[in-house]
């Protein structure tokens, strides 16, 4: 069987630049440990990953944890009042800091030997080290990670040398404020989490098109106008959105919002921002892979106000009772198509008058990951 698991020669790959001829990435890309080993170090370690809502971190001490491509990372508020990420290990021994989300003291106790830090990562103490010779706090700070807020979201990024957000996705934070006006002043109310039977560019793939959506989403294509859809591309960012029926057979919601449309925006590589008709707030989607073929999505809402309105909550059981659903169905089995014998690689259906229809969005993203990985 190990032709099946076997990379086959690249000289049949035939991914190109340009969209209107190529075609999509050879499947061993997706289910290839090696692939996925490669993506880490270039792609995952250098760009910016989303981590928190900026709500989760407003008062001195309060803190979230993540981990990113196999680095353990916390961002705290400090007492000063800033922002700051570090590497979530002491430097000790190694042992995680802290775990999950809360609010620390003015001290980090390490729970293995008692190493102290404070909120900027210096050790303050370490038991016994006065009788040590030569032993240096100041040697023993914890590294940090570079963080950035975007429209209220907080983002890190494991590369010291990475570009600020604003460069990397130029016109993208405006464009969400647009979208969502009230994105830094939102509080997270509610996450559906899939782990999904995929490779992680798999996720992404089905979500930056609608090539599929008449076929498989009908609630959707009957909450949104599809003759009104469109695709944009941009530098690392996409932007889909289209006007929507108030009575339709996803979730009804009022005329007379302020919102009528829906609007998604993916920015490189695992996250994308969802905005439904008639509701207030905005959600985040986020993929990350845990292994070549499983991801870890996990679908955030973000609300202005407590509790949720009855279309938010409408909209969300839509999601995630009918379109999430929908989509990990699909996803998964394409999964197990790629392994087939009989498929090495398709082509986009990208057209001249890049329609509602066309996958130009997914050739985007696919370009993205293969000039990361060297490929084109």
């Known amino acids: 069987m190990d032709q099946i698991t076997k990379r086959p020669d690249t000289s049949k790959d035939m991914f190109a630049a340009d969209p209107a001829t190529s075609y999509t990435l050879p499947a061993w890309t997706y289910f290839e440990p090696e692939t996925l080993r490669e993506e880490t170090d270039a792609i995952f370690t250098k760009s910016w990953i989303y981590v928190a809502h900026s709500s989760e971190l407003t008062e001195p001490g309060q803190y979230v944890t993540a981990e990113i491509a196999n ?3 916390y961002v705290i508020r400090t007492g000063e009042g800033e922002l700051k990420a570090f590497f979530n290990v002491c430097q ?4 995680s800091l802290l775990r999950g989300k809360g609010r ?3 001290l980090l106790v390490c729970p293995y030997h008692s190493w102290s830090y404070d909120h900027d990562g210096a050790l303050k103490a370490a038991p016994n080290c006065d009788h040590v010779k030569g032993f240096d706090k100041g040697a023993f700070a914890i590294p940090q990670v570079r963080v950035e807020v975007f429209a209220g979201f907080v983002f890190v990024n494991l590369d010291p040398d990475a570009r600020p957000m604003s460069e990397v996705y130029p016109g993208a ?6 979208t969502c006006p009230g994105t830094p002043s939102l509080t997270t109310a509610r996450e559906i989490v ?3 039977k995929g490779n992680w560019k798999n996720v992404g793939d089905n979500l930056l098109e609608c090539y599929h959506c008449s076929t498989a989403h009908k609630a959707f294509v009957d909450l ?3 003759p009104t859809y469109q695709v944009e591309t941009h530098d690392n960012w996409s932007i889909q959105w289209g006007e929507c029926r108030p009575d339709n057979s996803a979730y009804g919601f009022d005329a007379a919002s302020a919102v009528t449309s829906n609007t998604t925006l993916y920015l490189w590589p695992t996250i994308a921002f969802a905005k439904f008709p008639g509701t207030d707030g905005i959600a985040t989607f986020t993929f990350m892979p845990t292994e070549p073929e499983l ?3 996990v679908f955030a809402y973000h609300a202005p106000v407590d509790p949720m309105t009855e279309t938010e909550l409408k909209s ?3 999601f995630q009772d009918v379109l999430g659903p929908e989509d990990v169905s699909l996803v998964e089995d394409v999964q197990r198509g790629l392994h087939s014998l009989g498929y090495h690689q398709g082509r986009f259906m990208v057209d001249e008058d890049r329609s509602a229809i066309s996958e130009h969005a997914v050739h985007h993203f696919q370009n993205l990951v293969a000039k990361s990985l060297g490929m084109v």
């Open 71 to 73: 680095q353990r990372i």
């Open 92 to 95: 000790h021994r190694g042992h």
């Open 104 to 106: 620390a003291r003015n």
């Open 173 to 178: 934070e405006q464009r969400l404020l647009e």
């Open 194 to 196: 899939f782990d999904i």
């Open 224 to 226: 949104v106008e599809m």
């Open 295 to 297: 991801t870890h999505q």
């Open 316 to 318: 969300l059981d839509y």
